[in-house]
Protein backbone atom coordinates (compact mmCIF):
# COMPACT_ATOMS: atom_id res chain seq x y z
CA UNK A 1 0.00 0.00 0.00
CA UNK A 2 1.39 2.88 -1.03
CA UNK A 3 0.85 6.63 0.74
CA UNK A 4 -0.10 9.74 -0.44
CA UNK A 5 1.40 12.76 -0.68
CA UNK A 6 -0.92 14.28 1.31
CA UNK A 7 -0.71 11.54 4.05
CA UNK A 8 3.02 11.84 4.18
CA UNK A 9 3.25 15.89 4.41
CA UNK A 10 0.05 15.56 6.91
CA UNK A 11 1.93 12.43 8.77
CA UNK A 12 5.04 14.88 8.60
CA UNK A 13 3.24 18.04 10.03
CA UNK A 14 2.37 16.16 12.85
CA UNK A 15 5.66 14.38 14.10
CA UNK A 16 7.43 18.01 13.15
CA UNK A 17 4.66 19.13 15.74
CA UNK A 18 4.83 16.69 18.74
CA UNK A 19 8.58 16.84 18.35
CA UNK A 20 8.12 20.75 18.88
CA UNK A 21 5.81 20.38 21.65
CA UNK A 22 8.17 17.96 23.47
CA UNK A 23 10.97 20.00 23.13
CA UNK A 24 9.96 23.68 23.46
CA UNK A 25 10.91 24.06 27.35
CA UNK A 26 14.39 22.24 27.24
CA UNK A 27 15.23 24.67 23.43
CA UNK A 28 14.50 27.56 25.09
CA UNK A 29 16.24 26.66 28.73
CA UNK A 30 19.73 26.59 26.37
CA UNK A 31 18.84 29.65 24.21
CA UNK A 32 17.80 32.09 26.73
CA UNK A 33 21.32 31.13 28.44
CA UNK A 34 23.71 34.22 28.65
CA UNK A 35 26.51 32.22 26.50
CA UNK A 36 23.81 32.54 23.45
CA UNK A 37 23.00 36.08 23.96
CA UNK A 38 26.86 37.13 23.93
CA UNK A 39 26.80 34.76 20.71
CA UNK A 40 24.21 36.59 18.92
CA UNK A 41 25.94 39.83 20.18
CA UNK A 42 29.26 38.98 18.69
CA UNK A 43 27.77 37.84 15.36
CA UNK A 44 25.80 41.33 15.36
CA UNK A 45 28.61 43.39 16.09
CA UNK A 46 30.51 41.04 13.10
CA UNK A 47 27.68 42.12 10.83
CA UNK A 48 28.04 45.50 11.90
CA UNK A 49 31.89 45.88 10.80
CA UNK A 50 31.14 43.99 7.98
CA UNK A 51 28.77 46.44 6.35
CA UNK A 52 30.69 49.35 7.98
CA UNK A 53 33.61 48.04 6.13
CA UNK A 54 31.85 47.67 3.06
CA UNK A 55 29.54 50.86 2.77
CA UNK A 56 33.10 53.02 4.08
CA UNK A 57 35.10 51.23 0.64
CA UNK A 58 32.14 52.18 -1.31
CA UNK A 59 32.17 55.64 -0.97
CA UNK A 60 35.73 55.63 -1.23
CA UNK A 61 35.27 54.12 -4.98
CA UNK A 62 31.96 56.22 -5.42
CA UNK A 63 34.53 59.35 -4.77
CA UNK A 64 37.48 58.46 -7.16
CA UNK A 65 34.22 57.89 -9.67
CA UNK A 66 33.26 61.46 -9.19
CA UNK A 67 36.55 62.83 -9.57
CA UNK A 68 37.29 61.24 -12.58
CA UNK A 69 33.67 62.30 -13.75
CA UNK A 70 32.81 65.68 -12.30
CA UNK A 71 36.02 66.94 -11.15
CA UNK A 72 35.35 67.20 -7.96
CA UNK A 73 34.13 64.42 -5.60
CA UNK A 74 30.12 64.49 -4.51
CA UNK A 75 29.46 63.13 -1.33
CA UNK A 76 27.99 60.04 -1.26
CA UNK A 77 25.62 59.10 1.89
CA UNK A 78 24.48 55.78 3.02
CA UNK A 79 22.12 54.96 5.09
CA UNK A 80 21.29 51.80 6.58
CA UNK A 81 19.42 49.51 9.07
CA UNK A 82 16.04 48.92 9.66
CA UNK A 83 13.39 51.47 9.02
CA UNK A 84 9.43 51.38 8.41
CA UNK A 85 7.12 53.84 7.40
CA UNK A 86 3.67 53.78 9.01
CA UNK A 87 0.42 54.44 6.93
CA UNK A 88 -1.12 56.57 9.48
CA UNK A 89 0.70 59.48 8.70
CA UNK A 90 3.72 59.21 11.34
CA UNK A 91 6.84 57.30 10.75
CA UNK A 92 9.06 55.63 12.40
CA UNK A 93 12.81 55.03 11.18
CA UNK A 94 15.96 53.77 12.81
CA UNK A 95 18.63 54.33 10.40
CA UNK A 96 22.26 55.06 11.06
CA UNK A 97 25.25 56.54 8.43
CA UNK A 98 26.86 53.87 7.48
CA UNK A 99 30.18 55.60 6.25
CA UNK A 100 31.65 57.81 8.20
CA UNK A 101 30.37 60.43 11.02
CA UNK A 102 29.98 64.18 9.57
CA UNK A 103 32.91 66.09 9.41
CA UNK A 104 33.52 69.95 8.50
CA UNK A 105 32.64 69.18 5.00
CA UNK A 106 29.49 67.89 5.71
CA UNK A 107 26.72 70.04 4.69
CA UNK A 108 24.71 71.08 8.22
CA UNK A 109 20.56 69.83 7.13
CA UNK A 110 18.13 72.46 6.36
CA UNK A 111 16.78 73.79 9.38
CA UNK A 112 12.70 74.81 9.82
CA UNK A 113 12.22 78.40 10.27
CA UNK A 114 9.54 79.95 12.63
CA UNK A 115 7.24 80.54 9.52
CA UNK A 116 7.54 76.89 8.65
CA UNK A 117 5.85 75.40 11.61
CA UNK A 118 6.47 71.54 11.96
CA UNK A 119 3.29 69.26 11.05
CA UNK A 120 0.76 68.41 13.65
CA UNK A 121 1.20 64.35 13.93
CA UNK A 122 -1.76 62.42 13.00
CA UNK A 123 -2.97 59.22 15.77
CA UNK A 124 -5.31 56.48 13.69
CA UNK A 125 -8.63 56.51 15.40
CA UNK A 126 -9.99 52.71 16.57
CA UNK A 127 -13.52 52.12 15.70
CA UNK A 128 -14.43 54.68 13.29
CA UNK A 129 -14.93 54.68 9.80
CA UNK A 130 -13.91 57.51 7.46
CA UNK A 131 -15.09 60.53 7.23
Known amino acids: MTASSAGTSLEANLKHITVTLATWDAVWEVYLEPKWAEQRLRLYGAQDRTLEQFFKKLEEDMSEVSMERHGHAKQLVVFFGAASIGTA ?9 AASEPGPSTPSPAKRTKAEPAAEPTQPTKGKGTE
Not at 89 to 97: E, F, I, L, R, V
Request: proline share 11%; no cysteine.
Open 89 to 97: GGSQAATQP
